[in-house]
């Protein structure tokens, strides 16, 4: 059987995701974010991010909302919020899991 698309996001998708949960972004924005947010131990290079990106954008989970000469903006769309929320429950319930166990 056919994995439906995006089922279950890589981790780049994932944090890709919740730049956007927070505003309008471009790449470079998004990157940053990243970068900022996870002390730099997700680092996403320019070709991973605007694969993902157009992906996202043509799976109408983000959607462009200006461009300024080269910069695209982007926010995430109703579907998109979706996909982070239920990929944030997935991963907390995870978590959930896993406590108590001793490795």
Request: hydrophobic share 35%; with cysteine.
């Amino acid at each position: 059987m056919a994995k439906k698309a995006f089922e279950g996001l890589t981790e780049s998708m994932y944090y890709i995701l919740l730049a956007f949960s927070k505003g309008e972004m471009c790449g470079t924005d998004v990157a940053q974010y990243i970068e900022i947010k996870t002390k730099s131990r997700v680092k996403i290079g320019p070709g991973t991010l605007y694969t993902i990106l157009a992906r996202f954008e043509e799976e109408k989970i983000i959607e462009e909302t200006a461009v300024e000469g080269r910069k695209r903006i982007y926010r995430i769309t109703e579907r998109g919020i979706g996909m982070y929320q239920e990929e944030l429950l997935r991963l907390k319930t995870c978590i959930l899991d896993s406590e108590g166990d001793v490795l």
